[in-house]
């Protein structure tokens, strides 16, 4: 409960700066909600990272809820160009 959690995903694509950003709504302790994501309608020019993370405002409000809300927050980091 005292940390955050990110799972990253990095390609060999520099950075463009372009950066997208989505929450994503989950129940039950993560266990019900699904997020699909198109990294090519959002990146035409491919993916430089992204990530998925629970941020400090996400976890307070899954321990207000007590779990019942589970809120993700995914960020799509663009390319300049396929690696």
């Not at 035409?44 to 927050?73: D, H, K, M």
Request: aromatic share 12%; glycine share 10%; with cysteine.
């Amino acid at each position: 409960m005292s940390g955050c959690l990110t799972v990253r995903y990095n390609t060999d694509a520099p950075p463009s700066g372009v950066r997208h950003e989505e929450r994503a709504d989950f129940f039950l302790w993560g266990l019900v909600g699904e997020k699909a994501v198109s990294l090519e309608t959002m990146c035409p020019q491919g993916v430089s990272r992204w990530y998925n993370e629970a941020t400090f405002l996400n976890g307070f409000l899954y321990v207000i809820t007590l779990g019942i809300y589970a809120p993700r927050t995914i960020v799509v980091e663009c390319g300049s160009g396929k690696p």
